[in-house]
Nanobody, 126 residues
Framework: VQLQAFGGGLVQAGGSLRLSCTPS????????MGWFRQAPGKEREFVAVIRRIAGRTFYGDSVKGRFTISRDSAKNTLYLEMNSLNPEDTAVYYCAAGRTSDSGAYYYRPSSYDYWGKGTLVTVSS
């Protein structure tokens, strides 16, 4: 299974972007799908996650109220709507999927995920 993230680019502070993530390859079951980001020189940071069952969502503190994670099951696509962007949001954004109960319990840990996309760069100019 491979995940591919799309939609990154250059945006001015205060602007919006929507990222998409689609899996390719064989059908797979997952417990959670999420977004992480990594800025230069920093550790990978949890952004948002959505549970497969019931679609419950959780967000990192730095993006709460500005970002929205969603999924379209018919299109098999994960989204991240990002609003009110600021330069601190500049990073490579990765989508990921976790298959296990630990993935659901420890969704904020990169190590809880089994599949990762290659990432898409988001640059926010001031």
């Amino acid at each position: 299974v491979q995940l591919q993230a799309f939609g990154g680019g250059l945006v001015q502070a205060g602007g919006s972007l929507r990222l998409s993530c689609t899996p390719s390859g064989r059908t797979f079951n997952y417990v959670v799908m999420g977004w992480f980001r990594q800025a230069p020189g920093k550790e990978r940071e949890f952004v948002a996650v959505i549970r497969r069952i019931a679609g419950r969502t959780f967000y990192g503190d730095s993006v709460k109220g500005r970002f929205t994670i969603s999924r379209d099951s018919a299109k098999n696509t994960l989204y991240l709507e990002m609003n009110s962007l600021n330069p601190e949001d500049t990073a490579v954004y990765y989508c990921a999927a976790g298959r296990t109960s630990d993935s659901g319990a420890y969704y904020y840990r990169p190590s809880s995920y089994d599949y990762w996309g290659k990432g898409t760069l988001v640059t926010v100019s001031s």
